[in-house]
């Protein structure tokens, strides 16, 4: 990252020096995840990049299995990008560990994700800090050979969180999934997430008897600004 944020330019006009910033636990585990997606989804079309992404995820996973500590993140002085401070990288291991056996299929990451889903965190979040929804997805998504008790589970978390957040949506005259006090800076994100949340119980076929669908809609023509 550049050591502050830029000006109003386009990318390619931002041409400030660049710094690599210290570890975290956080970033190690959302990189070990995504490389693990990566090499899913490069198999098809470049195994030489898939192989180097594998790698990757495992050389990141080994590092947190040596560091199991929490490893949070702080702005070196002098520097003012968004910290986006976390207290914790439970979502996040978790996720790692969800990708990496939709990837290999290993029994010890399946292990890991059933140690890690006893702690605190919310297990159906989709956000850019809380990220447990997205090793739900992997898990549930993927083609390995999955233990019936944690996927129903994972089915289980997802309905609940799908029926909160549709209750909010029945309490608003907007038909949009936020409350009162939900408003507020950057909060499109959060009815984007919802929607998304409406439409993936709709795939799932969780509570068959719900417009899913319609749901979902509702939060986009919010988001385009249906009035």
């Not at 520097?79 to 056996?101: H, I, P, Q």
């Not at 029945?170 to 998304?196: C, D, H, I, P, T």
Request: aromatic share 14%.
């Amino acid at each position: 990252s550049t050591a502050h944020h830029a000006a109003f330019v386009m990318p390619e006009e931002d041409v400030n020096q660049l710094y690599l910033f210290p570890v975290s636990s956080m970033a190690t585990a959302d990189f070990a995840a995504v490389s693990a997606l990566g090499a899913r989804v490069y198999e098809k079309y470049d195994k030489a990049f898939a192989k180097k992404l594998k790698e990757a995820s495992l050389l990141s996973y080994a590092w947190l299995e040596k560091h199991p500590e929490f490893l949070g993140f702080k702005n070196p002085e002098g520097s003012g990008t968004g910290e986006y401070g976390e207290w914790n990288d439970y979502s996040n291991r978790f996720w790692a560990a969800a990708e990496l056996f939709a990837l290999t299929g290993e029994k010890k990451y399946e292990e890991d994700m059933e140690k890690l889903s006893k702690e605190e965190f919310p297990p159906m979040a989709l956000g850019y800090a809380e990220v447990g929804g997205f090793g739900i997805l992997a898990y549930l998504l993927c083609g390995q050979e999955k233990r019936k008790e944690l996927t129903d589970r994972y089915l289980e978390e997802l309905r609940q969180a799908a029926l909160r957040a549709l209750e909010i949506q029945k309490q608003s005259g907007y038909g949009v999934s936020m409350a009162s006090k939900e408003f507020g800076w950057g909060s499109n994100m959060l009815v984007g997430l919802r929607g998304m949340l409406f439409a993936i119980a709709d795939y799932f076929g969780v509570c068959p008897e719900v417009d899913w669908k319609a749901a979902s809609q509702a939060q986009l023509d919010y988001l385009m600004g249906i009035n």
